[in-house]
């Protein structure tokens, strides 16, 4: 953004520091109004023709535009990815501690990344890995819907979960 000096166009439309259209006049008169008012002058709309000028006072904008993103930084909520990691041939006393986890992490608002380790022989039999997940899904199903379904990759068999939208 330019301001004051910095303006180096012939003609400019300028608005006054209440909004009101005072047109088109030379940079230099813009200024000197500017300058009457004890503000600054700053181009807002460098690509119009003419380009268009404000009277305001730069320094309160600024201080203001940067309360405004530390208040939207403030509002924002960070979504984490929690990963719960079961085998396929898990004890049910084990599976309800990991499911019990998970849910945990759902109701504090994270995201659930189930995955399952396929070693040696244990390739050669998906559909098991596939029921735990279809179990474990179903076992937490009123925290959270099924972002990702259960899919084979390489190794490793992912699932994602994600919260209920609190309403």
Known sequence: MQINDEIRDKEVRLISDKGEQLGIMSAKDALKIAEKANLDLVKIAPQAAPPVCKIMDYGKYRFEQSKK??????N????ETKEVRLSLNID???FDTKANQAIKF??????????IRFKG?????PEIG????????ETCQ???TVEKPAKLEGRQMLMFLAPLSSK
Do not use: P
């Open 69 to 74: 993103e530390k208040e939207s930084k403030k």
């Open 106 to 115: 759902l109701k504090s608002g994270h995201k659930v990344k189930a995955s």
């Open 76 to 79: 924002q909520k960070v979504i």
């Open 92 to 94: 049910t006393h084990d």
């Open 142 to 144: 009123e925290y959270c």
């Open 121 to 125: 022989r244990t390739m050669a039999h």
């Open 130 to 137: 596939e029921d735990v997940m279809k179990r474990f899904a």
